[in-house]
């Protein structure tokens, strides 16, 4: 594995239609360590389906999550690590024992911006890795730009969250990833996964600051 971690973003979105087979596929072929996908349940809550939105949905057509990690838990996809991005709410159980179903709970991280969701996978499985996506979503803060004072607290408040095992990286917007954001996060113990960068001198500028890893739409920016 890369000294920086490479995270496709929803599988390759830029090359293949987001969070499908093909595009999983299109990033493993261009050399990830790390797939990224959405975990979206359906309107009546029966089903788990990797998808971003409601609208992503009927657009791609159905992808179970069932599916999507039986396929990534083929010999082809070894050592390759699963970044699980929750949508909503009370899905946890059933992403638990989806995970163990395909024999890939060792391989997961969960990322939310939904603090009850990570605090509910903390009490569930303590040794899942867990990251809290920020800006916090939902919430008025769902979109970059963020105030001054948020990004002057997130720090301290990311790695108190970091030390008390509450999580154990950060998963923040390319935009508000600083030196002093770095050093907090790393000097805490915790990992932090900057998204989504598409621009190959934004992936250089966080790598030279010391993230763990860098989601991107398109892979190949990597290189």
Known sequence: MSALIRVGH?????????NTLESFDAALAVGVDMVEFDVLPSRDGRELYVAHDYAALARNGPLSLTDALAHMSTARYDGVRLQLDIKRPGVEERVLAALDGAGARRRALI???IWRTLARFRSLAPDLELGWTV????????HP???????????RRAA????SGAIDALVPH?????????EAV????GGIYAWTVDDAAEIARLAALGVTGVITN????FA
Do not use: C, H, K, Q
Request: hydrophobic share 45%; glycine share 10%.
């Open 10 to 18: 929803r599988g390759a979105a830029a090359i293949a239609a987001a």
């Open 111 to 113: 990322s939310t911006g």
């Open 135 to 142: 800006p916090e979503i939902p919430g008025p803060l769902m």
């Open 145 to 155: 730009p963020v105030s001054s004072l948020y990004r002057e607290l997130l720090p």
């Open 160 to 163: 108190t969250r970091i030390r």
């Open 174 to 182: 390319f935009s508000i990833v600083t030196a002093a954001l770095v």
């Open 186 to 189: 790393r000097g805490a113990g």
């Open 218 to 221: 398109d892979p190949r920016l």
